[in-house]
């Protein structure tokens, strides 16, 4: 049965990698699905990268180790040598969900010989707290409008796309995958599905880490989008705002400051939220010397989790424990702050209530 279904190549890019890179290769070659050509493409370690990756060289089809100049080249590296029908990129942080991941892709497409891309779902973890969440739904057009598409990790796009329509412009420090996912969409040949399933686990990166490619990730989201629709669906006002508060928070933060210190002798606190935003603020407040009771969300399904050993309970917490805490820190990137402080207000009238931005600000010299 598997003669008439995808050959999936999967490629892996890394550098460096030996805490996490066998993680990698042993999720690929335990899967159910047999029909895979696997290519490593090393940018040229000085670690044990290079010896785990040896280790498994019978179940390696091709196997690169050479200096390159980024993510973008090693990954249009492996699309050359690929010689399966569907690409997929899995790097080397991240690992395959389960066995038969790749065995329900194939069958997508098996059964849809029509269909370019399928792209699923994946779980995002922070491996010091334990706090993981889930990434990836049906989009619109209007999501891509707003620099949103698919997670790379649970993304699969037949080869004959790349030959037709073009490899990753590495051009790109930070989004060349939204442009390649953008020039697809806007050709004739592109015909996805989705697959609800989480197909990988990606580990989240450090609190600098991020901060530092969110200004570049901003700009480029704004020109790829900019550059495939003509418009960018997104409050260019709000954006620009948050790229000075985070510019701010990380000086602050590469100093050894803390946010956190505008709150004054309050010790104990509640973040609302339980996102990305939400791990640097517990990091800030932790500098700071404060203590998160809770973290509160009015996502169901984070209710119950756990971030960093603390609880994410629902908003309602705050009728019977606002007494615990000293105020609120909204952790939301967004803009509707307003909505979230009045809900706050409803359930706990006088308990003070700050954004993380207002944070940023009231901490300028």
């Known amino acids: 049965m598997e003669n008439t279904y995808p050959k999936i190549s999967v490629i892996t890019a890394c550098l460096n990698s030996e805490k996490t890179v066998e993680q990698t290769i042993q999720s690929v070659i335990s899967q159910s699905y047999r029909n895979i050509e696997y290519i490593v493409i090393d940018g040229g370690s000085v670690d044990r990268t290079g010896e785990i990756i040896a280790k498994y060289a019978g179940a390696i089809h091709r196997c690169v180790s050479e200096p390159d100049d980024g993510i973008y080249y090693a990954f249009n590296k492996g699309v050359s040598m690929a010689t399966g029908d569907v690409i997929y990129f899995l790097n080397s942080d991240d690992y395959l969900y389960d066995a038969d991941a790749l065995s329900d892709v194939a069958r997508v497409f098996a059964e849809n010989p029509d269909l370019t891309v399928v792209y699923g779902r994946m779980k995002l973890v922070e491996e010091a707290s334990g706090f993981f969440y889930f990434q990836g739904r049906e989009l619109s057009v209007e999501d891509l409008k707003k620099g949103v598409m698919p997670p790379h990790p649970a993304t699969f796009i037949k080869k004959s796309m790349y030959l037709k329509h ?200």
């Open 166 to 365: 073009g490899f990753f412009d590495v051009g790109y420090r930070s989004a060349a995958d939204l442009d390649l996912f953008l020039r697809f969409y806007r050709s004739e040949d592109f015909r996805a599905r989705f697959l609800d399933r989480v197909i990988a686990v990606v580990r989240q990166g450090g609190f600098s880490n991020n901060l530092k490619t969110y200004k570049i990730g901003h700009a480029e989201t704004e020109s790829i989008v900019r550059k495939h629709f003509g418009e960018v669906l997104v409050k260019e006002e709000l954006r620009d705002r948050l790229l000075k508060f985070y510019k701010s928070w990380l000086f602050a933060s590469l100093s050894g400051k803390a946010i956190a210190e505008a709150l004054g002798p309050c010790e104990r606190v509640a973040v609302f939220g339980s996102g990305k935003t939400a791990i640097f603020l517990k990091k800030d407040l932790d500098r700071a010397g404060k203590i998160v009771a809770a973290f509160l969300d009015n996502d169901r399904e984070r209710q119950g989790l756990t971030l960093h050993g603390i609880p994410i309970l629902p908003p309602s917490w705050l009728r019977e424990h606002a007494d615990r805490i000293g105020a609120v820190i909204i952790s939301i990137e967004g803009d509707h702050d307003e909505q979230i402080r009045e809900q706050v207000r409803r359930l706990a009238p006088g308990l003070g209530v700050y954004s993380w931005k207002e944070l940023v600000a009231i901490s300028q010299p």
